[in-house]
T-cell receptor
Framework: QKEVEQNSGPLSVPEGAIASLNCTYS??????FFWYRQYSGKSPELIMF????GDKEDGRFTAQLNKASQYVSLLIRDSQPSDSATYLCANYGNNRLAFGKGNQVVVIP | ETGVTQTPRHLVMGMTNKKSLKCEQH?????MYWYKQSAKKPLELMFV???????ENNSVPSRFSPECPNSSHLFLHLHTLQPEDSALYLC?????????????FGEGSWLTVV
């Protein structure tokens, strides 16, 4: 079982719409969860972290954590072309940060 | 510009060459990491150093040799690599390894083995 799983395939959203990304993880003991954004040819940059169940909002981004169901999601409201990137989910489990394969988001003007 | 600086940004090397990747962090962190990122695969953790001591080697082939002379500098020495080693190599740092804190990445070194 993969430590962190993200849905495959690019997600295309019209400009101004909400982009929704999901991630599941296997380690029930995981305490911290991260979303990184990676533009093509660039390194990952942290956009959100969440430790507690529920929602955490930061500008147009909302992270949602459900530890009972072992999933974490990221919502991007009012999507902009500059949001076009690959989004990596990561969680701290087994004393290491494990990453998913990433979800590509394409915002269509 | 990030607090983690990697050089060179691009490297092309033959299979018999010896080269090194360098990483420097200016964040006052005590943990440093090497990750490998290949197309269509998740980020793979290679090595972890905490307070200059190697705490993790994720079954990395010996043709990759890390060196951490102090908490601010990390090297990855490369020798007799294979074409499948071509990838983006990312250095990262965090306050301390294993404390579930945020890690910050450098811009990466694109390696092509010919």
């Amino acid at each position: 079982q993969k430590e962190v799983e993200q849905n495959s395939g690019p997600l295309s959203v019209p400009e101004g719409a909400i982009a929704s990304l999901n991630c599941t993880y296997s380690d029930r003991g995981s305490q911290s969860f991260f979303w990184y954004r990676q533009y093509s040819g660039k390194s990952p940059e942290l956009i959100m972290f969440i430790y507690s169940n529920g929602d955490k909002e930061d500008g147009r981004f909302t992270a949602q954590l459900n530890k009972a169901s072992q999933y974490v999601s990221l919502l991007i409201r009012d999507s902009q072309p500059s949001d076009s990137a690959t989004y990596l989910c990561a969680n701290y489990g087994n004393n290491r940060l494990a990453f998913g394969k990433g979800n590509q988001v394409v915002v269509i003007p | 510009e990030t607090g983690v600086t990697q050089t060179p940004r691009h490297l092309v090397m033959g299979m018999t060459n010896k080269k090194s990747l360098k990483c420097e962090q200016h964040l006052g962190h005590n943990a440093m990491y090497w990750y490998k990122q290949s197309a269509k695969k998740p980020l793979e953790l290679m090595f972890v150093y905490n307070f200059k001591e190697q705490t993790e080697n994720n079954s990395v082939p010996s043709r990759f040799s890390p060196e951490c002379p102090n908490s601010s500098h990390l090297f990855l020495h490369l020798h007799t690599l294979q074409p499948e080693d071509s990838a983006l190599y990312l250095c990262a740092s965090s306050q301390e390894a294993g404390n579930s804190g945020t890690i910050y990445f450098g811009e990466g070194s694109w390696l092509t083995v010919v």
